[in-house]
């Protein structure tokens, strides 16, 4: 794929992984939207020309506004990369169930949720990559990092079964899974 004047749209990009990939995507010529919830990381990772839009992706009107924002400004979204996430170190057997919750709140809901906002439009366009950011532990469960693990394993087979499921729309994914 030729990223010269492509959207991409980056979650989790304040920092890390998703402020690499910022980087990358810019200096290839992609146009980007980041979102993440430092504004102040968003604004270093991107540039001036960047859409920034800092929020909470575990907040359904602030993945609806990401998403808005970026059609609004660009009309279309090339590039999903989701990359948003939180690693847990804690047993699963002790861990309270508040934390798990989070935990999946951020790696896998948000991610289906960005998803599910940026399919239609390129469904429609029969155009557009999605990336999804998994883990080594997403393939083989990481012992002290169970939970993390499940809730990586949880992106793997959603990316790829939405692979299966766009297959004839024109839509691809991608697993990434750094480790």
Not at 7 to 25: D, K, N, R
Not at 91 to 111: G, I, K, Y
Not at 128 to 156: C, D, E, F, Q, R
Request: glycine letters at 12%.
């Amino acid at each position: 794929m030729k990223l010269d004047g492509k959207v991409v749209l980056i979650t989790g990009a304040s920092q890390g992984i998703g402020a690499a990939c910022a980087a990358e995507f810019a200096a290839a010529g992609a146009r980007l939207s980041l979102a993440a919830r430092s504004a102040e990381g968003l604004a270093h990772a991107g540039g001036a020309s960047a859409l920034i839009t800092a929020g909470d992706l575990t907040v359904a009107e602030t993945r609806r506004r990401v998403v808005e924002r970026t059609l609004e400004r660009f009309g279309a979204i090339d590039v999903l990369l989701n990359n948003a996430g939180v690693g847990m170190y804690l047993h699963s057997w002790d861990t309270p169930m508040e934390d798990v919750r989070q935990l999946m709140e951020l790696n896998f809901f948000a991610l289906l949720g960005m998803i599910q906002l940026v399919t239609p439009s390129m469904r429609n366009r029969r155009s557009g990559m999605i990336v999804n950011v998994s883990s080594i532990g997403g393939k083989m469960p990481l012992p002290w990092a169970t939970l993390y693990s499940a809730s990586k394993y949880a992106v793997t087979a959603l990316t790829e079964g939405l692979r299966m499921e766009l297959r004839g729309d024109g839509v691809k994914t991608m697993l990434a899974c750094p480790g």
